[in-house]
């Protein structure tokens, strides 16, 4: 046990408490806020130590812990964590942090619902530490599964439907993933299952072929690839506001993440065979995913699409194999992260509100909620890309990377992805000009009630995030870059 | 001949003490005295289960016809344990006023078809396995149609004695041309007598059906659902853990150690049936509104998925199928217990009928949700563990195939397990079943099964013990 663990033990505890405790909605409250605002503070320390460790310490990752577990199958409770773990677990904390904030008023039954969510949150973060692929997979399951109850009970819509869409098809995902690490693990012929010293083996290239694509689709239908993402609209639209934001903001990024730190780190030689074929179906889902926000008129729908999207981004850009591409990759699931928890947080403070969430039904919101309205303006401007915001950082940072390989595939598919900004401003603008600018729709709408003060916390922290990445990317870029030079070593050797 | 060996059958002495002891109790203790009928027959069986939970080393008795090995002890420990919950699980069942009177009957059939099971798992001889095997089969008839005023109990026992005489007399005949073609029923001797003729391959066929029977794989399940329908529910629970639990661990022993050379014949059978019964069982469970028959589908799809550690024929196959076996207990044990507690109450066992049951029964509901997560194998849940353990040990062999036919399968079968968990949560009931007070031991058989889902998979010692024992045979 180091204190990596205590980003796992937090919640589990967090859950022991909740079900011990009675149903009072003030207690629940303010013990889950507590054990958020307890997370931030270890992620922010894991960042100092990080930083002041990694000055001299070249090793891959810092603060391992390797503790046996189950030794016939070679299973180890290892964790770790290099510079991008890093910033996606300050990530996660700040997105269930407010996530709390947004399901203030969460109903019925808050205390299953806050118990669910720390099982979720204790998965996610479980994720990001360990660098056994057993562990790692165990995780990625438990962070899965609480989905169906949290959509399913205190989602809105088709819920139900939308539930057991979201969860079998991300099952089957994790089906795929399975095979795959079974696969990795018995094809190196490895006497562990920690990502690092199987990275030191090489996998035949036969059974690399195989067992590449299911890795890679595994996690990519997570990270909503075409043409497995079609959970996520329904999904995403149907669940309550924290689900929606920890969901889209951090679990969609276990899918790059994993792409990135298994796939094709582990097997780089198919990775640089198969690209092809993966850059195409994500290329497909950035453009597509633009297209399809255009045409909705749900506020939710459209966020879902644009996240589709821009996660197809996240994956479009690892596949590049360049330092600056992957650099970007990860800066882009910050940034996304940060922007579409923003994003749906907003969302479900108007539908609150409003109780509609149909563009067509509202307008001149401006005028009544000037506080929602502004922030859901400069969140709608990060997301299409305006410099001083983080998606800048990351799209920028992307394309140069992207642009970086010179032949006719690689140049058209990028410029490709480039035009999905043109349309994300077509939606962006479009929305804002219609739901929150204009004349009022609905005279019931005269009387709203602006942001109440745990709604502007949980929206100023995920502003101030966005504005400290966007204008001084510099903090997180330098340790992200550091990071990703191992794996990006081994795709180019 | 010194008959002195025959006292190192612990395990068989000890269960005949208790049950003879619990029959002379039954018949001449005072009216006042039965009423602790049942709490002494439980005390006498935990003593029994904690005596003989310590492995010793491997011997033969007469002439190799009982042979013990180590594995053996944890593999008869899960299947007493498995017995102490069904039993507490039935305790409200022997108490009502109509089944009072045949309270003593039911503990004695219940342990002689455990009896059986102990003498198949260690028997060295096919005659042995064979008199083993009935001796699980036919008590076991008896209890199905225990419940005898209810038409469909007695229907059930008549169809399960039925399906398993033919079942054992294919076996027997199956047996009888091993005898025919080796001139030896012994184990130990058949080991290199066998060496894959026709002859051999066809009795190998024909004797493996009893025990395909016992598993209930496709095809030869279909007795299964009628029959789990059919019973009292805590026979269903008994008849599909311990039962299949017993005859897969026999199988495995009897295809490593007898069948060996035969490997190229049996794993492609091995590997049809598991495919088959996996994606067939997952199939018809989807469609059934009866939870007794759900959870009778669902269980022939656990066997096939303990097929795949099966296959692969090794140590580690046989560390994961123990497991498997024991996860499985737990996680069914507790399912079935709550649906028990239900149906015993109410006499509701629809899922229709359990709309709306977290709002009345949030203990029972989320107990019953524990158990159908680790049955889908969900983590952080023991289920989770045992079916990647399964599935490790088929990878291991390059069955990487057969795995993924078996995963995407579990995607199937979490769909069928979330339409119950669904119907817990999720939908709303105008008249949900009211509110259960359930009564002391099925609590702790509640308790028990519980605390088995959410340890044995996070504690890796479990494991690690039953992997050390479980070595060539």
């Known amino acids: 046990m180091n204190f990596l663990s205590i980003f796992v033990l937090i919640p589990v505890l967090m859950m022991l408490g909740l079900f011990l405790s009675n149903s009072r909605r003030q207690l629940l409250f303010f013990m889950t806020v507590g054990a958020s605002l307890l997370m931030i503070l270890s992620a922010v320390l894991t960042y100092f130590y990080f930083t002041e460790r990694a000055a001299g310490d070249v090793a891959t990752m810092l603060f391992t812990v390797d503790t046996v577990w189950y030794a016939p ?47 979720l949150s204790s998965g996610v973060f479980g994720f990001f530490i360990s660098t056994d692929l057993f562990t790692m997979f165990m995780y990625y399951e438990i962070a899965l599964i609480p989905m169906y109850l949290l959509i399913g009970i205190w989602g809105t819509g088709k819920k139900e439907y939308a539930a057991m869409k979201l969860t079998l098809m991300l099952m089957g995902g994790s089906a795929l993933l399975l095979v795959g690490i079974l696969g990795i693990y018995y094809g190196s012929g490895a006497t562990t299952m920690n990502i690092l010293e199987i990275a030191k083996l090489h996998i035949p290239i036969e059974l690399q072929y195989y067992f590449f694509p299911l890795t890679f689709t595994g996690f990519g239908v997570l990270g909503a690839m075409f043409p497995f993402h079609t959970w996520s609209p329904d999904g995403h639209a149907s669940a309550p506001t924290a689900v929606s934001m920890l969901h889209a903001g951090v679990l969609m990024k276990l899918g790059g993440y994993g792409c990135f730190r298994v796939a094709m780190y582990l097997m780089p030689e198919a990775a640089h065979e198969l690209a092809w074929i993966f850059l195409i179906l994500t290329g497909i889902s950035v453009v597509y995913g633009a297209f399809a926000a255009i045409h909705q008129t749900d506020l939710k729908y459209i966020n879902a699409y644009s996240s589709v999207s821009h996660c197809g981004l996240v994956l479009f850009a690892i596949l590049m194999m360049n330092e600056t591409a992957a650099t970007g990759a990860i800066l882009q699931m910050i940034s996304h992260g940060l922007t579409t928890a923003l994003f749906f947080a907003l969302i479900g403070m108007i539908y609150g509100r409003t109780h509609t969430r149909l563009i067509t039904e509202m307008g001149g919101l401006m005028k009544v909620l000037p ?64 739901f929150l600018l204009g004349k009022m729709q609905d005279p019931h709408h005269e009387h709203l009630k602006d942001a109440t003060w745990y709604e502007r916390i949980s929206v100023v922290t995920l502003l101030f995030f966005m504005f400290a990445l966007g204008s001084a990317p510099y903090w997180a870029s330098e340790m992200i870059h550091n990071s990703v030079l191992p794996v990006i070593g081994q795709l180019i050797k | 001949m010194d008959y002195s060996s025959f006292l190192q059958m612990h395990e068989e002495f000890s269960l005949l003490a208790v049950m003879v002891f619990l029959l002379i109790f039954d018949i001449f203790a005072s009216e006042k005295a039965l009423k602790y009928f049942q709490p002494v027959a439980l005390v006498l069986l935990t003593a ?11 011997f033969d008795i007469a002439g190799g016809m009982f042979h013990y090995m180590p594995i053996q002890t944890y593999v008869k420990s899960i299947l007493n344990i498995g017995t102490i919950i069904v039993l507490l699980q039935a305790h409200k069942f022997l108490n009502e006023d109509a089944n009072r009177i045949k309270r003593g009957e039911f503990y004695f059939l219940t342990l002689s078809t455990l009896l059986g099971m102990y003498f198949m798992i260690s028997s060295g001889n096919f005659l042995m396995f064979f008199i083993g095997l009935e001796t699980a089969s036919i008590p076991m008839a008896t209890l199905v149609a225990f419940d005898k005023y209810n038409r469909k109990s007695a229907e059930a026992g008549a169809k399960y004695i039925l399906s398993a005489v033919f079942a054992s007399s294919i076996s027997v005949f199956g047996i009888s041309l091993i005898y025919g073609s080796t001139g030896t029923l012994y184990f130990s001797d058949l080991a290199t007598l066998i060496t894959g003729t026709p002859l051999q391959i066809m009795a190998f066929v024909f004797f493996s059906v009893g025990l395909f029977f016992k598993i209930s794989l496709v095809p030869f399940h279909l007795w299964t659902p009628d029959v789990y329908e059919g019973a009292q529910t805590n026979i269903t629970s008994y008849l599909s853990v311990i039962s299949k639990g017993s005859a897969v661990f026999v199988l495995f022993t009897l295809l490593i150690k007898v069948f060996g050379n035969l490997v190229h014949q049996w794993q492609p059978i091995l590997f049809g049936l598991a495919v088959v019964s996996i994606t067939v069982a997952n199939v018809f469970a989807v469609r059934q509104k009866n939870l007794k028959r759900f959870l009778a589908f669902s269980s022939i799809s656990q066997a096939g998925y303990i097929l795949l550690a099966i296959i692969s024929g090794t140590q580690m196959g046989m560390a994961s199928l ?56 969900i983590p952080p849940f023991a289920g989770f563990f045992s079916k990647f353990f399964v599935f490790s040990a088929a990878a291991a062999q390059g069955q990487y195939v057969l795995v993924f036919i078996a995963l995407l399968n579990t995607i199937i079968s979490l769909y069928y397990y979330l339409l119950v968990i669904k119907a817990m949560f999720l939908n709303k009931s105008e008249n949900p079943i009211e509110t259960i007070k359930s009564d002391f031991p099925v609590k702790l058989s509640l308790i028990i099964c519980t605390a088995g889902i959410l340890i044995v998979g996070l504690v890796s010692t479990i494991y690690n013990q039953i992997s050390l024992l479980s070595f060539g045979m």
């Not at chain 1, 929602?372 to 303006?377: K, Y």
């Not at chain 2, 009928?353 to 029964?361: A, C, H, K, M």
């Open chain 1, 73 to 119: 199958f070679n299973i180890h409770y290892s964790v770790g964590v290099d510079g991008i773990s890093v910033v996606m677990l300050i990530l996660t904390s700040i997105i269930v942090f407010t996530g709390v904030f947004a399901s203030w008023k969460i109903d019925p039954l808050p205390k299953e619902f806050f118990l669910w969510f720390c099982l």
């Open chain 1, 371 to 434: 506080f929602l309205g502004v922030s859901f303006v400069i969140a709608g401007l990060g997301s299409l890309g305006l410099p001083s915001l983080s998606g800048f950082v990351a799209e920028m940072t992307i394309f140069v990377g992207a642009f970086q390989h010179t032949d006719m595939f690689h140049r058209v598919l990028t410029i490709l992805a480039c035009s999905s900004i043109v349309i994300t401003a077509v939606y962006i603008l479009r929305m804002v000009g219609k």
């Open chain 2, 48 to 58: 029994h289960t904690i005596v003989n939970c310590f492995p010793r080393d491997a």
């Open chain 2, 322 to 377: 123990v497991y498997y076996v024991l996860v499985y207990m737990f996680s069914n044990l507790a399912a079935f217990g709550v649906l028990s507690v239900i149906e015993e109450r109410t006499g509701k066992v629809q899922m229709d009928d359990y709309n709306g049951l977290y709002q009345t029964n949030p203990r029972l509901s989320f107990v019953m949700m524990l158990a159908l997560f680790s049955l889908a194998g």
